[in-house]
């Protein structure tokens, strides 16, 4: 089992940057593939990005991809979202989850764990 804290929002303005990280509590760490997601005010839950174990595989929305950047520090058991070129659509809940063991890492895969979620705004 595995514990998700997300912290790093905040008020930012468009075309800033903001990087979030995810703390993960537990001793398998580096056996979770781990996931970013978003939820605008209003909207369903969407995808953003997801990593695997070792982090050489990721993959990305297409509405963030060439912007955000997911990593992370096993060692640290730390999971990240580097957010570039920063949007008013972008203005969300952010939330980090994680999931057991090998498989996709796209918006059909379905995580077991999420944090509690941390706010990111984007000014026009």
């Known amino acids: 089992q595995v514990q998700l804290v997300e912290s790093g929002g905040g008020l930012v303005q468009a075309g800033g940057s903001l990087r979030l990280s995810c703390a993960a509590s537990?001793?398998?760490?580096?056996?979770?593939?781990m996931g970013w997601f978003r939820q605008a005010p209003g909207k369903g839950r969407e995808w953003v990005a997801g990593?695997?174990?070792?982090?050489?595989?990721?993959r990305y929305a297409d509405s963030v991809k060439g912007r955000f950047t997911i990593s992370r520090d096993n060692a640290k058991k730390t999971v990240y979202l580097q957010m570039n070129s920063l949007r008013p659509e972008d203005t969300a809940v952010y939330y980090c989850?994680?999931?057991w063991g090998s498989g996709t890492l796209d918006s059909t895969t379905r995580y077991d764990y999420w944090g509690q979620g941390t706010q990111v705004t984007v000014s026009s």
């Open positions: 989850a994680a999931v």
């Open positions: 990593i695997s174990w070792g982090g050489t595989l990721t």
């Open positions: 537990g001793r398998t760490f580096d056996s979770y593939r």
